[in-house]
C-alpha cells in the first residue's frame, strides 16, 4: 500500500496539466526542498531583485570603462534627407504637383514626416523637371543638378 503524504500529492491520471505548482512538494516534479531555484546563493532567497546593472559587488562596467573624449551629441544638427530622385518619382506620381516646393509642401505630400525638423536637398538620382526648391541645406551636386534641370534654390540656412 502506497502511503499518500500532502508532498507527495499527484495529479490523478488523465487531469490536465496547467502551471508549475511551485513549491508544493516532491510530487509536483517542481523542486521539492529547492523550488526551482537551485541551491543557496542570493537569488535562492526570497525577495531577491538585484539593481540592473549589478556585477555582485566587482565593479561595473560602465564604471570600469575610461570616459574621455568629445561628444557632440547634444547639440548635433539632425536633418531630414531627401534625395533627387525622390522627389522625380513623387512628381511623376502626381504627389507633388506645384513647381514651388518647400518644407510644407513636402510635409503636406507625406515625402518627410516631421514639420519642425530641417530638411536637407541631396544629389542622388536625376531631375528632369525645373523647380523652384526652399530647403534649409543642400548638397553641391543637388544645387547643381537642380540648376542644370533649369530650377531655382532657397536656402534657408
Not at 505548482?21 to 526551482?36: D, F, L, M, N, V
Not at 537569488?43 to 575610461?66: C, D, H, L, W, Y
Not at 536633418?79 to 518619382?89: T, V
Amino acid at each position: 500500500m502506497i502511503m499518500k503524504h500532502i508532498g507527495n500529492l499527484q495529479p490523478s491520471v488523465g487531469a490536465k496539466k496547467g502551471n508549475k505548482r511551485i513549491g508544493r512538494g516532491q510530487g509536483s516534479g517542481y523542486g521539492g526542498h529547492t523550488s526551482t531555484r537551485g541551491h543557496k546563493g542570493q537569488k535562492s532567497r526570497s525577495g531577491a531583485t538585484i539593481r540592473r546593472g549589478f556585477e555582485g559587488g566587482q565593479m561595473p562596467i560602465n564604471r570600469r570603462v575610461p570616459k574621455y573624449g568629445f561628444s557632440n551629441t547634444m547639440f548635433k544638427k539632425e536633418y531630414q534627407i531627401i534625395n533627387l530622385d525622390q522627389l522625380q518619382k513623387w512628381i511623376e506620381d502626381s504627389r507633388l504637383t506645384s513647381n514651388s516646393i518647400d518644407a510644407s509642401s513636402l510635409y503636406d505630400s507625406g515625402l518627410i514626416n516631421k514639420r519642425n525638423v530641417p530638411v536637407k536637398i541631396l544629389g542622388n538620382g536625376e531631375l528632369n523637371v525645373a523647380l523652384t526648391i526652399n530647403a534649409d541645406k543642400f548638397t553641391k551636386t543637388a544645387v547643381s543638378k537642380i540648376e542644370a534641370a533649369g530650377g531655382t534654390i532657397k536656402s534657408d540656412g
